[in-house]
């Protein structure tokens, strides 16, 4: 019986009590959905879907925690820079939805480059208040992008107003470009196509090869020393590594991921979002980090997996259970805004003690 409160004491001790309830609170939404007469397969399939759609704008946040940047609320930067490459495929009308959707990634992720390494030297200039310059930057480059997606000379007909409006449209559809690729690439459908479980395979793969390049690379000499550089930057220093630079590098390699992120997530949604938003999407990203373990000073790619099959996996849940309890409301929505701001400040709460 000790062996047993020993056990369960170490295993609540390295769970913490919010990763604890939100665990919870996902099995009694899982539980309720049966009486509600829900289909739990389908529900889970919706999660799944989530999981992978939204998990490369969740590992984002690994290396800019690693390098000592602590959380990445500016991670829009990223987001706008994927937008920007979205919107520039489909403008160049390529046909084949493989060469659009890489087209889009290749493009995001060379304008994400520069405005990473900008952002770098920026949060290097203001060491000690970065995630308060991070949520800054990051409101104020999607409220800047504003001005941009209405001055963008596109022609498409898919991107801008009809009837010579001008500007983009706020929602662009992914039909006739991109759409789903990654969903429909080997994907299995177990059981009925509209109660079973749908699994969406290429999705699943694209998203654990992101999390292997990240591994990979977090474990390479350069990786090393930028995690050091994070961890202890006195000691790095003594080491001859150069730690204004790793810092440059994993707030870099963080925007670049959250521009391919934000495309793998719009192709599985089957559309792009454009002004406002992007605009929360960081406070997500940061939140689903946290409740899969991670800290303002460590952050591991096992971290974003659980917190973001957690996160997401709620909201999944959550929305059709308060539909069928209460119709008409916004509970979701609330408990969407309960949940990821809470455990944000759950974990500022347990900065200065260590955690």
Known sequence: MRALREKLS?????????????????????????????????????????????????????????????????????????????????????????????????????????????????????????????????????????????????????????????????TISLASSFGGVLNNFLGVQIGDPTQGLYVPTGLILFFMAACVVVWLFLRSKTGLAMSAAGSNPMFARASGINVDMMRILGTTISTALGAIGIITYSQSYGFLQLYNAPLMMGFHCVAAVLIGGATVRSAKISHAIIGTFLFQGILAVALPVANKLLPGTNLADVMRIIISNGIILYALSKTKEGS
């Open 10 to 170: 170490e295993i609540y001790e390295n769970l913490g009590l919010p990763r604890i309830i939100i665990i919870g609170f996902f099995i009694v939404l899982l539980i309720a959905a049966v009486p509600l007469g829900l289909s739990v397969p389908n529900l889970l399939g919706d999660a799944i879907r989530r999981w992978a759609m939204y998990g490369i704008l969740v590992l984002a946040m690994v290396p800019a925690v690693e390098c000592g940047i602590n959380l990445n609320f500016g991670i829009s930067l990223g987001i706008v820079a994927g937008l920007l490459g979205s919107t520039t495929a489909i403008e160049m009308g390529i046909p084949n939805p493989w060469t659009s959707l890489f087209a889009a990634m290749a493009i995001g992720v060379l304008v994400a480059i520069p405005l990473g390494i900008g952002y770098g030297i920026l949060l290097n200039r203001v060491k000690g208040s970065e995630m308060t310059v991070s949520t800054y930057v990051g409101f104020s480059v999607v409220a800047f992008m504003n001005l941009v997606w209405l001055s963008l000379p596109f022609k498409s007909g898919t991107l801008i107003w009809p009837l010579g409006g001008r500007g983009m449209r706020n």
